[in-house]
């Protein structure tokens, strides 16, 4: 089965910074955007950031001003910088590629996010 593969992760203490990036293999093409979402124990998963393959960005209100997304769909990558952590993003952080027609997603395994305070 095709994944993604995400990598980044790991412990910060509050107000710090990471950088998690995602590689989509060569095999996947077509993608019409690529995601970071997070997801918390008992919690669904939600939308971080999204980029597209016209530049549109998008954010989640919650990390707008601290995280910024980055990546090219032609490349198979996309990147997040986190900075100015907070405890409450503490989570798994999953990449996500979607295909143009279809809508087809590509996830990757995850990546945990620690955050003390």
């Known amino acids: 089965q095709v994944t993604l593969v995400e990598s980044g992760g790991g412990f910060v203490q509050a107000g710090g910074s990471l950088r998690l990036s995602c590689a989509a293999p060569s095999t996947i093409s077509g993608i019409n955007t690529l995601a970071w979402y997070r997801q918390v124990p008992g919690k669904q998963r939600v939308l971080v950031a999204r980029i597209s393959s016209l530049g549109s960005i998008d954010y989640a209100d919650s990390v707008k001003g601290r995280f910024t997304i980055s990546g090219d769909t032609t490349k198979n990558t996309v990147y997040l910088q986190m900075n100015s952590l907070k405890p409450e993003d503490t989570a798994v952080y999953y990449c996500?590629?979607?295909?143009?027609?279809?809508?087809?997603?590509?996830w990757g395994q995850g990546t945990q996010v620690t955050v003390s305070s």
């Open positions: 996500q590629a979607r295909l143009y027609g279809s809508g087809f997603m590509y």
